[in-house]
C-alpha cells in the first residue's frame, strides 16, 4: 500500500475552491441556501396551493392591567363556543362596596399567536363570587389558550 502524501497548500487552494464554488451556487444575497431550478420553479402558488395563513384581528394598543386584584379573578373554562372561542370564570370582592372588574383575554394559538379578544365587565357586590364570561366571533385554529394580560377594576 503506498500513501501519497500532498503538500498543504494543494489542500488549502482545494479548500478554498471548493468553498468559493459553493458560496456562489447557494447562497442568494441574504446567505440563505437558493436551490438552483428552472424557471418554472419560481413561479409564486396559486393562492388556493398555499397553506392557510392566520389572520389576527386587531388588537387593543393598551390594556389595564392591576396585578393586586388577579387573586380576584380565576378563569375556570377555556372553550369553543358557537363562531368562536370564549372563557369563563368568577370574581370574587373581598371588600365592603362594590366592585367593578374589567377582563381582558385574548385568544392565542397554541403556539402563541393572538388571533382576538374580548372583554368582560363584572360588577361584584361586596363579599360575594359571580361568574363572568367573555367570548368572540372569529375564525379559531383548532385548540385556543385564553391568557388574560389584563384585569382592572373601573372607578
Known amino acids: 500500500m503506498s500513501m501519497r502524501i500532498t ?24 446567505g440563505h441556501a437558493t436551490p438552483q431550478t428552472s424557471a418554472a420553479a419560481h413561479k409564486q402558488p396559486a393562492p388556493e396551493a398555499s397553506a392557510a395563513k392566520v389572520v389576527a384581528n386587531p388588537l387593543p394598543t393598551k390594556v389595564a392591567n392591576e396585578p393586586s386584584v388577579r387573586e380576584n379573578v380565576v378563569q375556570t373554562k377555556c372553550a369553543s363556543v358557537p363562531g368562536g372561542w ?31 379578544f374580548a372583554q368582560a365587565r363584572v360588577t361584584v357586590p361586596p363579599g360575594k363570587t359571580v361568574p363572568w364570561k367573555a367570548s368572540k366571533h372569529f375564525h379559531t385554529e383548532g385548540e385556543m389558550l385564553c391568557p388574560m394580560p389584563g384585569i382592572s377594576v373601573e372607578t
Do not use: M, Q
Not at 93 to 113: D, L, M, R, S
Open 7 to 30: 503538500a498543504p497548500s494543494a489542500v488549502r487552494s482545494l479548500a478554498l475552491a471548493v468553498l468559493a464554488a459553493t458560496a456562489v451556487a447557494g447562497c442568494g444575497a441574504g
Open 86 to 116: 370564549g372563557a369563563e370564570g368568577t370574581a370574587k370582592n373581598p371588600g365592603k362596596k362594590a366592585v367593578t372588574y374589567k377582563i381582558v383575554v385574548y385568544f392565542t394559538t397554541k403556539k402563541a399567536t393572538t388571533l382576538d
